[in-house]
């Protein structure tokens, strides 16, 4: 029996060790004229639309709050900062890092290292008829300076009517919607991109260095240990806690796109790797599946698999 073929290309993300330290409301310094009509957060109205705000890190909650939202036609900014505090448990690399020198912004790579608490700032930054537009700012300190690093800087688009979610960076998520929000029922193809685990998954086996052998394969149970033959690429076992399935929607379709499957996918996170798997068939005579794994950034790293 020929062992699974590998093909190069760049594992999973190491479980973020979440810690929630803080949420404060504080007053944005720049904001005090006039703005016009459109939903603004925080302001009195008659029948205030309360809206969710969610920060997730890898799949789990790291930040929940509320805050109303009411359409004006006219009102002044709301000075209101959110903050809260999260200390990721692995380096995080922040690709548009940027710092005022000299009159000019200056943008660079950086990357923070795993326990480092981190600060996220959310304020109100414009309006629309469809939501509130909120600008959010990531640094290290309480209250960010143009002097201060900022590691992350841009803004989310809340709809007052949908669900809306914006990747910060890989494993990094806001999300904003509608206290009650449900989606549309729709085809599944479109509604569920992480696929639930099979009977005995083969996926889970190779995650922990066990044979993953279809029916009618034959064979030593090493050829079926598939994981063994990437040590090179540092994917080591780990232990069972270690192992996690991936169930963050917004993930799992973009790597099934990135994969060029209009499917769902299963993915498995192996200490700071991830495996992905198309959950083709490995069941004998003639075997049809590949698995791409990934670094703890999303890089593609290689591919495993059999058949063509």
Known sequence: MARARLR????????????LVTMLAAFHPAVASAQGRGWRWFQSCSTPTTMVLEARLDGASAFRTTFPACFLDKASWNTKVLRFHFTPGRAVEWPNASVWRDGDERRFAATTSAGRTLVAQIYEQGTNTSGSILGIAIGTKDSVTPLDTVLWRGAHNASASDQVLTELVPGLVLLTYPLGWQPQPLARVDTTWCAPPRPNEPLLLDAQFLPARGKN????????????????????RVPRDSIAIIRDEAVCRRIARQHGNNKPMLIVRV??????????????????WEVAVYDRNWRLLISYGEGQ
Do not use: E, H, I
């Open 217 to 236: 394969r034959t064979g030593t149970d090493s050829d079926f240990v598939n994981l063994a033959s990437l040590s090179a690429f540092g994917v080591r």
């Open 271 to 288: 200490g700071s790797f991830y495996l992905a798997d198309d959950q083709g068939s490995r069941d004998g005579p003639s075997p049809l």
């Open 8 to 19: 190069m290309v760049g594992g999973m993300f190491r479980r973020w060790s979440v810690l």
